[in-house]
């Protein structure tokens, strides 16, 4: 059974610093493109981030330019994202997914179920 498990969600103070982690397990996803996405309350699910497989390309979405980063380690099958200088508008569910290429839309192939990260100003 595919699983991508997020972690490291929590309750923070506007400007605080914050790292999710993204467990996968059941497959190797060799070769996939990871992504962070989040859903705040009462909107959307959005595009965070995202990084090849190589590490090598990375985007962002615009909210999150210059404050956060994604990482990924393959050898054991995790994703991360650094998030520094957090904003209240930045609390959300995040999810980190999976898929064969770099996609900001919602159509990835596989999803975690969640972490909340809560920021109060």
């Known amino acids: 059974q595919v699983q991508l498990v997020e972690s490291g969600g929590g309750l923070v103070q506007a400007g605080d610093s914050l790292r999710l982690s993204c467990a996968a397990s059941g497959r190797t996803f060799f070769g996939y493109a990871k992504g962070w996405f989040r859903q705040a309350p009462g909107k959307d699910r959005e595009f965070v981030a995202a990084?090849?497989?190589?590490?090598?390309?990375?985007v962002y979405a615009d909210s999150v330019k210059g404050r956060f980063t994604i990482s990924r380690e393959n050898a054991n099958n995790m994703l991360y994202l650094q998030m520094n200088s957090l904003k209240p508008e930045d609390t959300a569910v995040y999810y980190c997914?999976?898929?064969?290429?770099?996609?900001?839309?919602?159509?990835?192939?596989?999803w975690g179920k969640g972490t909340l990260v809560t920021v109060s100003s």
């Open positions: 997914a999976a898929d064969r290429r770099i996609r900001t839309d919602d159509g990835m192939e596989y």
């Open positions: 990084i090849s497989w190589s590490g090598g390309s990375t």
